[in-house]
């Protein structure tokens, strides 16, 4: 099992346990945790509204593809660590993380 911290967009900080090896991204356990996540491109990198900040971990997870690249680019409020959360595969890499939900419930 792996684990790490999601907060929310109220601030409330909550662990998520799941297998290291189950082939999801980050944006469909978020999804499935409850999170209110819209997902309209439903993970093609095309609507951002999985946008998260990634605080804790950011350096095992290797560089954004260029779809998750472009994306990121029209984003006002998008930092260094910003991600696309439907472009982030769930593993062992994420073991400790620590991801803030960014995008706006609609
Ligand atoms: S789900 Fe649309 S960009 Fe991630």
């Known amino acids: 099992m792996i684990k790490f911290d999601v ?8 662990s ?3 297998p290291g ?10 999804k499935a945790s409850e999170y209110n996540i819209l997902a309209t491109c439903g993970g093609m990198a095309l609507c ?5 900040e990634v605080e804790k971990g950011i350096e095992h997870l290797g560089d954004p593809n260029e779809a998750e690249m472009d994306m ?7 930092s260094f660590n910003s991600r696309l959360a439907c472009q982030i595969r769930i593993g062992e890499h994420l073991d400790g993380a620590y991801f803030r939900l960014m995008a706006e419930e609609e």
């Open 72 to 78: 990121l680019d029209t984003l006002p409020d998008a």
């Open 48 to 52: 951002a509204t999985c946008h998260v």
């Open 16 to 18: 998520i346990e799941v």
């Open 7 to 14: 907060e929310d967009r109220e601030g409330n900080v909550q």
């Open 21 to 30: 090896d189950i082939s999801l991204s980050l944006m469909e356990v978020l």
